[in-house]
């Protein structure tokens, strides 16, 4: 499946964005949905993931409460809704497609068999 990252941009501390993610080429219902991040200097780490129902979503803990995955299944698309944004917040930010769901809520990146190209976020303050 191939996955195209969108939306990033350079924003307030305090603003919001929404990443979108386009999937083709397989049937993007077959796959549980992630998105990571990575910051300069750092390890791509985990940021939330959402089932391939929609239903089961998971967050890495500094984004709950402001971040908001979701799916829309009959467009092909994963959203990162991300408001009262940081400026930890910085950071490349990826979106990837995964077949398990098992650990799903593990945030395990190796787990991940696709990958899209990242959209970079910056929050200024």
């Known amino acids: 499946v191939q996955l195209q990252a969108s939306g990033g941009g350079l924003v307030q501390a305090g603003g919001s964005l929404r990443l979108s993610c386009a999937a083709s080429g397989r049937t993007f219902s077959s796959y549980a949905m992630g998105w990571f991040r990575q910051a300069p200097g750092k390890e791509r780490e985990f940021v939330a993931a959402?089932?391939?129902?929609?239903?089961?979503?998971y967050y890495t803990g500094p984004v709950k409460g402001r971040f908001t995955i979701s799916r829309d299944n009959a467009r092909n698309t994963v959203y990162l809704q991300m408001n009262s944004l940081r400026t930890e917040d910085t950071a490349v930010y990826f979106c990837?497609?995964?077949?398990?769901?098992?650990?799903?809520?593990?945030?395990?990146?190796?787990?991940?068999?696709?990958w899209g190209q990242g959209t970079q976020v910056t929050v200024s303050s």
């Open positions: 990837a497609a995964t077949s398990l769901e098992a650990n799903l809520g593990f945030g395990l990146s190796s787990e991940y068999e696709y």
């Open positions: 959402v089932k391939k129902s929609g239903n089961y979503k």
